[in-house]
C-alpha cells in the first residue's frame, strides 16, 4: 500500500522568510499525482499545488512552489515571503487510485 | 466554491447509539467520499462511492456504513457508536477517482463528532 510521512510534526518561519515542507512517498507505481493541501482553523481544506508524476517540471503557484525529486520519492513544499495568512496545518497527498494523506505538518508564522 | 455541504456540522453522541452523516453535492460529480482525520494520522479513507448505490470500503472502514441512493447525497453511518469513532468526519468530491480531473478532490467543511 502506498504511505506518505511528513517527517516535521511541527515548523515555525518568520513572516516575510521562506520555509520548506517535506514529504516522502512509497509507490510503486511510476504514474500519479501529488497534491499539497493546507489547512487553517476553519477546518476547510484547500488545494495549494498539484503535480503530475510524468512532468518532471516542478509545479509553482504563486509563493508556492514544490521540489519533486522521483527517483527519491520525495515532494517538498516551499513558501516564498511568508504571510501570517500561511499558518496552518499542511497535508501532503498521493494519488493513484485513492488519495492518501500524511500526517501533517503545522506551520506557524511569527510576526 | 464548489457545492458540497455536510451535516450536522458538530454532533454529540451516546456511546452505543447510531449516528448518521450527511454530504450533499450540487457538482453531479461522480465520486464522493468520506474520509476521518485524527491527529497524527492524516485523513484515512473509510467508503468511497463511483455511482447510485456503487460503493467500496477503504482502509478504515470497520464500523461504518455508507449508501448513495442519489448522484448527490453520500450517507456514512456509524450502527452503534464508540469512542473510537470520535473524530472529525471529511466528505470529498471528485470528478475522477484519481482526483486528477478537477485538480484534485474538493472536500466540504468536515463534521466534528464526539462520542461520549
Known amino acids: 500500500a502506498q504511505t506518505v510521512t511528513q517527517s516535521q510534526p511541527e515548523m515555525s518561519v518568520q513572516e516575510a522568510e521562506t520555509v520548506t515542507l517535506s514529504c516522502t512517498y512509497d509507490t510503486s507505481e511510476s504514474d500519479y499525482y501529488l497534491f499539497w493541501y493546507k489547512q487553517p482553523p476553519s477546518r476547510q481544506m484547500i488545494l495549494v499545488i498539484r503535480?503530475?508524476?510524468?512532468?518532471?517540471q516542478n509545479a509553482t503557484e504563486n509563493r508556492f512552489s514544490v521540489n519533486f525529486q522521483k527517483a527519491a520519492k520525495s515532494f517538498s513544499l516551499k513558501i516564498s515571503d511568508s504571510q501570517l495568512g500561511d499558518a496552518a496545518m499542511y497535508f501532503c497527498a498521493y494519488s493513484n487510485n485513492d488519495m492518501r494523506f500524511g500526517a501533517g505538518t503545522r506551520l506557524t508564522v511569527k510576526p | 466554491d464548489a457545492g458540497i455541504t455536510q451535516s450536522p456540522r458538530h454532533k454529540v453522541t451516546e456511546t452505543g447509539t447510531p449516528v448518521t452523516l450527511r454530504c450533499h453535492q450540487t457538482?453531479?460529480?461522480?465520486?464522493m467520499y468520506w474520509y476521518r482525520q485524527d491527529p497524527g494520522h492524516g485523513l484515512r479513507l473509510i467508503h468511497y462511492?463511483?455511482?447510485?448505490?456503487?460503493?467500496d470500503k477503504g482502509e478504515v472502514s470497520d464500523g461504518y456504513s455508507v449508501s448513495r441512493s442519489k448522484t448527490e447525497d453520500f450517507l456514512l453511518t456509524l450502527e452503534s457508536a464508540t469512542s473510537s469513532q470520535t473524530s472529525v468526519y471529511f466528505c470529498?468530491?471528485?470528478?475522477?477517482?484519481?482526483?486528477?480531473?478537477?485538480?484534485?478532490?474538493?472536500f466540504g467543511s468536515g463534521t466534528r463528532l464526539t462520542v461520549v
Open positions: 462511492s463511483y455511482g447510485v448505490k456503487d460503493t
Open positions: 457538482e453531479n460529480h461522480r465520486y
Open positions: 470529498a468530491i471528485s470528478e475522477d477517482r484519481s482526483g486528477i480531473a478537477n485538480y484534485g478532490y474538493t
Open positions: 503535480q503530475e508524476a510524468y512532468k518532471q
